[in-house]
């Protein structure tokens, strides 16, 4: 087998442990750290001895004022937009970054298994 390939394998296992190590350290932490983000609230509720945040999104009057300038587009539009927003805070971006990271990972372990041997079997032939 080929030195440069042997070193490639080495370089890229290397690589996918550092990368699924941090990353689900990171994610680890920011599921531990967060709460629950309630920075888009309108007001807050009291219900069984729970303080619940109101968010727009839960308000009929915010909804009306929605749908009577933009229409139904624009409701659809809000919803999404929160939706699209929520990913990036919290224990969903804590999922996030554990998914991308095992991805990553087991994309580098995947190529260091399988990724050189095409070439080094061409690169033996000449």
């Known amino acids: 087998m080929n030195e440069n390939l042997v070193r490639r394998r080495n370089r890229l296992n290397i690589i996918g442990a550092v990368i699924l190590v941090i990353g689900l350290a990171l994610s680890a932490w ?4 967060t709460g629950s983000d309630a ?3 309108v007001s807050y509720e009291v219900v069984e001895g729970k303080v619940i945040a109101v968010s727009p999104s839960d308000s009929k009057i915010y909804r009306a004022d929605l749908e009577r300038f933009g229409g139904k587009a624009a409701i659809l539009a809000d919803e999404f937009n929160r939706w699209f927003a929520s ?31 095409g070439k080094a079997e061409s690169n033996d032939a000449a």
């Open 30 to 33: 920011l599921m531990q750290s």
């Open 39 to 41: 920075s888009d609230a």
């Open 87 to 117: 990913l990036w805070r919290g224990e969903k971006l804590a999922l996030i970054i554990a998914l991308l990271t095992i991805v990553a990972s087991f994309t580098c372990f995947w190529k260091a298994q399988h990724g050189g041997e």
